[in-house]
Nanobody
Framework: QVQLVESGGGLVQPGGSLRLSCAAS????????MSWYRQAPGKERELVAG????????NVADSVKGRFTISRDNAKNTAYLQMNSLKPEDTAVYYC?????????WGQGTQVTVSS
């Protein structure tokens, strides 16, 4: 079955960095685009970044442009989100997502808290 497992979240001070990982299984990882979303308390889930199947094209939300980078390693079936210059407003649960023909899949999420 399809599984997406996020890791790498935690508590970090403003200006700090974290790298999130999303380990995928149960489907041909290298054939599908991957995305990261986040959801802050009381807010809707929003798209943070996306990457094509081969990793040749990426996009990031304006709110994180220049600070966050999405990447992937198809040999390891893993997608990453490198987050630099973190701000308190980046505090949220971060989710990995893939959209397959058979459905839309999400990980369990990983909490990122940016606070001094």
């Amino acid at each position: 079955q399809v599984q997406l497992v996020e890791s790498g979240g935690g508590l970090v001070q403003p200006g700090g960095s974290l790298r999130l990982s999303c380990a995928a299984s149960g489907f041909r990882f290298s054939s599908y685009a991957m995305s990261w979303y986040r959801q802050a308390p009381g807010k809707e889930r929003e798209l943070v970044a996306g990457i094509t199947s081969a990793g040749s094209m990426t996009n990031v939300a304006d709110s994180v442009k220049g600070r966050f980078t999405i990447s992937r390693d198809n040999a390891k079936n893993t997608a990453y989100l490198q987050m630099n210059s973190l701000k308190p407003e980046d505090t949220a649960v971060y989710y990995c997502n893939c959209r397959l023909v058979r459905g839309d899949y999400w990980g369990q999420g990983t909490q990122v808290t940016v606070s001094s």
